[in-house]
């Protein structure tokens, strides 16, 4: 039974426009969500974190918001570039952000020039 | 961010050798490291978390004695995967995390693919 879900496989976006990913969750103990970034043949590398205690973080381009309630959240790229082309990634965890992470499946992002 | 590195990145062995994969973190001292296993379309999978100087700790379903982990010292932990087969082929990533550096993330390393004859 997953407990991080992304439910759209591949997303397809213009550039410049937004971008939008989503992920949802079961657990209602998990209290830190990340977004990782993944390129073929390569290991995630970190993009942003959200606690659960906040409902929004931004940091340039890129903006995660939490809605608790739904066990729902979103990564915002705006705007999308070619180079946000990859395999997007949510996890969340128990424990703040020293838990042991839960991955979802991804989403493979394609942002077309 | 903190680098982590990983050798081989991709090794080819034959059904019954054995094979050993190095994660090194190279400009921290990670007191924790993890062993992730990816399958193609699929999410990454916790196979066990190992603390500096201790026994590993196997996630359900993970058999300890094929994937045997030792985390010997605080920059290089090992995963050996025992009398390889087929269904073993897959990619491997390990992440390395500072706990005593409080809010610490994971950071992962580049991966190793494994492709069992």
């Known amino acids: 039974d997953q407990q991080v879900k992304q439910n759209s496989p591949s997303l397809s976006v213009q550039e410049g426009r937004i971008s939008i990913l989503n992920c949802d969750y079961t657990n209602s103990m998990f209290d830190y969500f990340l977004w990782y970034k993944k390129y073929p043949a390569e290991g995630p590398t970190f993009l942003i974190s959200?606690?659960?205690?906040?409902d929004k973080n931004e940091d340039g381009r890129f903006t995660v918001f939490l809605n608790k309630s739904a066990k729902h959240l979103s990564l915002h790229i705006v705007p999308s570039q070619p180079g946000d082309s990859a395999v997007y990634f949510c996890?969340?965890?128990?424990?703040?952000?020293?838990?042991?992470?839960?991955f979802g499946k991804g989403t493979k992002l394609s942002v077309k020039p | 961010g903190a680098v982590v590195s990983q050798h081989p990145s991709r090794v080819i062995c034959k059904s019954g050798t054995s094979v050993k994969i190095e994660c090194r973190s190279l400009d921290f001292q990670a007191t924790t490291m993890f062993w992730y296993r990816q399958f193609p379309k699929q999410s990454l999978m916790l196979m066990a978390t190992s603390n500096e100087g201790s026994k590993a700790t196997y996630e359900q379903g993970v058999e300890k004695d094929k994937f045997l982990i030792n985390h010997a010292s605080l920059t290089l932990s090992t995963l050996t995967v025992t009398s390889a087969h087929p269904e073993d082929s897959s990619f491997y990533i390990c992440s390395a995390r500072d706990g005593r550096a409080g809010d610490s993330e994971q950071f992962f390393g580049p991966g190793t693919r494994l492709t069992v004859l």
């Open positions: 996890a969340a965890s128990e424990g703040g952000s020293q838990g042991n992470l839960i």
């Open positions: 959200i606690s659960s205690i906040k």
